[in-house]
């Protein structure tokens, strides 16, 4: 049976192979730690414990948030205790190298890069010494994968950015940044849900809603997906009118 761990020291030590760690995060959640890295390998595992655990809906969890190697889980002890938890836990886990693709679901995300869209293209591409157009064939050619859910309401963290597009941050982050603009920053890529403050490079924007409290799943994205930007015209990003 799994066992709570004191502390998160050494985690990062251990390999994909290795049980994963359960932390305490107070008296109703626990986090479930399997390495400290970006590794696909590893979120993997993250994510299929996340499906499994949220198609099972066991009574007392409330909540699962999974992330790049861990998944934070809140329960109510009144209904599930935590030795019950940890059992449904290790009955959930899966064994590593098991596959997810049954799980997996792939958006198509269209993307007008450049211009007023995109602001910043022109700046990736002189960092990087190459065409603006390069940078938008470039982004637009890998199958992401969604990492996790954070930052700003159902931002996705992408995963799978060639690595002729890794970009530093922003040394001065924008003040505003509309809703539906993509950006890189460092190994990932990423769609601003709603308008607000940020430090990625912007090169393009599309014209779907991440995030829309009026649909009935308020999130387009969510960890484990798969997307994949197909880039459009000006004109073709006008006429999607209001999605």
Not at 154 to 176: E, I, N, W
Not at 210 to 226: H, I, Q, S, T, W
């Amino acid at each position: 049976m799994l066992r709570i761990e004191n502390n998160f020291a050494g985690a990062g030590e251990r390999s994909e192979e290795s049980e994963p760690r359960v932390f305490l995060c107070g008296d109703t959640s626990v986090s479930v730690q399997f390495a400290e890295a970006i590794d696909p390998a590893i979120n993997r595992r993250v994510r299929l414990l996340y499906k499994r655990l949220k198609a099972t809906a066991y009574p007392g969890i409330i909540d699962l948030g999974p992330a790049y190697c861990s998944l934070f889980i809140r329960y109510d002890p009144w209904i599930c205790s935590l030795e019950n938890l940890l059992c449904v836990i290790e009955e959930n886990l899966a064994p590593s190298g098991e596959a997810d693709e049954a799980f997996q679901r792939v958006v198509e995300v269209p993307v007008c890069y450049g211009g007023e869209f995109g602001p910043d293209l022109d700046e990736v591409a002189n960092f990087h010494s190459i065409a603006a157009g390069e940078v938008a064939t470039l982004h637009a050619a890998p199958l992401y994968q969604v990492y996790m859910i954070g930052f700003i309401l159902g931002f996705p963290y992408l995963g799978g950015l060639d690595q002729k597009l890794h970009t530093p941050r922003k040394m001065s982050p924008g003040k505003t940044v509309p809703a539906g603009s993509v950006g890189i920053a460092d190994r990932q890529t990423g769609i601003y849900p709603v308008a607000g403050p940020g430090g990625w490079w912007i090169v393009g924007r599309t014209v779907l809603k991440v995030f829309d409290l009026k649909r009935d799943e308020p999130f387009l994205l969510e960890a484990g997906d798969c997307v994949r930007f197909k880039p459009i015209t000006r004109a073709e990003f006008e006429s999607y009118g209001d999605h």
